[in-house]
């Protein structure tokens, strides 16, 4: 038996009492990838982001493993309700506009101690004042960098576009604005490189795409590594007491804490591995999420039906942005058909073993994007659920 193969029987056996659809969380394979995020940071505390997580439960559990410390949220709302449940270290990772959620911040020492918010922009800490409606307690800061690589005098960029702050000038610029405006304290300063480690650089079948992308992923580090030591050097010369400079990602762990300057990285999604980081040389992850739907129509040799399936993942639309199915091994969407939102056919010879009722296991594309589609999550060690823990949607919260 393959360790694929191991694996569906143990699945099968720990949800035979559980209707699919059904979602659930191996706990070894999730402890085992939060040790490797730590070993590959290298003494180097991980910020775990949470909307690869979604699930409060398990941002407790990898909290608990040494070489973890703090959460990088998604939006406000989300970073007020998790310090009103207890972490005490949240960094919202991107602007907010959320006008209602700053001025409870303002107005609550608890909330305004645990939350650091992130601007790239004047404006941004403008709207925060108007928003304040009385609220005297100091905002936490943090800037964020722009690590997109220029190439050609800048005509071509790869990279997210995030913040506009690019040169140590710039961010500098911006932390005399926070230090002169009462209120706000510079903390910390962020920046997120998604080109190096959210792209996958051994694509299957496109050698010489992959090729590509390892080289200029070698550019941007290079690249990347100078302009942050020199920002941040920039940013002491105006807040020596920053605490914190945040950087990294699951596929650029071991890289990014190789820079002196950086002080902590972030990371998430390497503790579900979902499909879409199969295509990296610099980790081999166990898949820990997936989630499971029934067989319900048998149409012909070859092919059966499930339930439901069709969970595309943000960004770029495209194949790899579906969920792949993972087991039994051997399935395959009907290219005319994909992923559908009631049924989805999937062809392969293993389809003939399938009956009524049986379970096919799936991996969604990203991480914690999967938590929107369940209210629980079961939490298997061995060929047992021994847990049932709430999703952020199954908690009545969905903050995007």
Known sequence: MTPRAADRARYDRATAHLDAPVAVVDLE??????????????????RVASKSVRCRALLERVLAHDGFAGIMSYTLDESLWLARAGFDDVLLAYPSADRAAFAELSRDAKLAGAVTVTVDDPAQLELIDRAREGGTEEVRVCLELDTSLRLLGGRVRIGARRSPLRTPAQVAELARSVARRPGFRLVGLMAYEGHVAGVGDAIAGRPVRSRAVRLMQAAARRELAARRAAVVAAVRAVAPDLEFVNGGGTGSVQHTAAEDAVTEIAAGSGLYVPRLFDDYTSFTGRPAALFA?????????GVVTVLGGGYPASGAAGADRLPVPYLPEGLRYDPREGAGEVQ?????????????????????????????????????????????????????????
């Open 293 to 301: 739907q029934p067989v319900v129509r048998r149409p012909g040799l």
């Open 29 to 46: 394979a999730f402890d085992a990838n939060a040790d490797d995020l730590v070993r590959r940071a290298g003494g180097k505390p991980v």
């Open 344 to 400: 989805t056919p999937l062809l392969g010879a293993p389809a003939d073993d399938l009956l009524i009722g049986d379970k096919v296991w799936f991996r969604h594309a990203k991480a914690g994007e999967l938590c929107e589609r369940f209210d629980v999550l079961h939490l298997i060690e061995g060929d047992r659920v021994t847990a049932t823990v709430p999703t952020y949607r199954g908690e009545g919260r969905t903050f995007l």
